[in-house]
Nanobody, 128 residues
C-alpha cells in the first residue's frame, strides 16, 4: 500500500530553519514526482515546490524561492523540505504528495489534481 508520512513540523522562531520529512512506502521515488503543498489557517492549500521523478528538476513558488529547497534520499525512500529564513507567513500545515505520472510527464507539476497520493500533513508554526 502506497503511503506518505510527513514529520518534523513544530514551532520555530522567525528567521529560523526547519527540515520536514516525507517518508514514503509502496513506491519507488524514481517513478514519481514529489511536491510539497501547504495550507495556512483560513486559506486554500497552495503549491510550494516540487521535484521531478529523476530528481533533476525542481520548481519553486515565488514566495519560497531562495529560502526553501527539496531533496531526497532514495535509500531511505524519503523526501525532505529544507526551510530557511522562515517567516510568520510560512505558518501552515505542510503536505507532501506524489504524482504517479511523474515518470512520463517531464519535470514536475504544481496543481493539486495532478497528485494522486497525499500524506496527512505536519504543522509548522513560525512565531516569536
Amino acid at each position: 500500500q502506497l503511503q506518505l508520512v510527513e514529520s518534523g513540523g513544530r514551532l520555530v522562531q522567525p528567521g529560523g530553519s526547519l527540515r520536514l520529512s516525507c517518508a514514503t512506502s509502496g513506491l519507488t521515488l524514481d517513478y514519481y514526482s514529489i511536491a510539497w503543498f501547504r495550507q495556512a489557517p483560513g486559506k486554500e492549500r497552495e503549491w510550494v515546490l516540487c521535484m521531478s521523478s529523476d530528481g533533476g528538476i525542481t520548481n519553486f513558488a515565488d514566495s519560497v524561492k531562495g529560502r526553501f529547497t527539496i531533496y531526497r534520499d532514495n535509500a531511505k525512500n524519503t523526501v525532505y523540505l529544507q526551510m530557511n529564513s522562515l517567516k510568520p507567513e510560512d505558518t501552515a500545515v505542510y503536505y507532501c504528495a506524489a504524482d504517479r505520472m511523474g515518470y512520463i510527464v517531464p519535470g514536475c507539476r504544481s496543481q493539486e489534481y495532478d497528485y494522486e497520493y497525499w500524506g496527512q500533513g505536519t504543522r509548522v508554526t513560525v512565531s516569536s
